[in-house]
């Protein structure tokens, strides 16, 4: 999977990197030719929301999963109207992304 990762700040970046890498992903820099599967923008950078409707009209068939803080509900769902296929709380966002890297597997029973 191609991730366009959209998030300045260092900490939050490099730990989401460090995991979604780790799991098999490939992390795009915004200035590579490649298309990504997944673009994820982080609404508390500036710009975020002119960012999400550019990544939209640049990528019309990726997905774009935004995140923010969980204060920032009425923000998050503005996002989603704005044309994020999904909005997640920032403490969730690592882990939303690794279930669309490594699905769990259909059909296994467990005991």
């Not at 803080?69 to 709380?89: F, M, Q, S, W």
Request: a positive charge; glycine letters at 10%; proline letters at 6%.
């Amino acid at each position: 999977m191609r991730i366009l990762l959209h998030c300045t700040d260092l900490m939050t970046r490099t730990r989401l990197a460090s995991r979604w890498q780790n799991a098999g992903a490939r992390l795009l820099r915004p200035d590579s030719p490649d298309t990504p599967d997944l673009i994820v923008i982080d609404l508390g950078d500036t710009g975020a929301d002119a960012l999400l409707e550019n990544q939209r009209q640049r990528y019309p068939h990726a997905h774009i999963l935004v995140f923010g803080p969980h204060v920032e509900g009425a923000a998050l769902r503005a996002a989603k109207a704005a044309g994020a296929d999904e909005a997640v709380v920032r403490g969730k966002v690592a882990e939303r992304v690794l279930t669309r890297i490594k699905p769990k597997p259909v059909g296994l029973g467990g005991s």
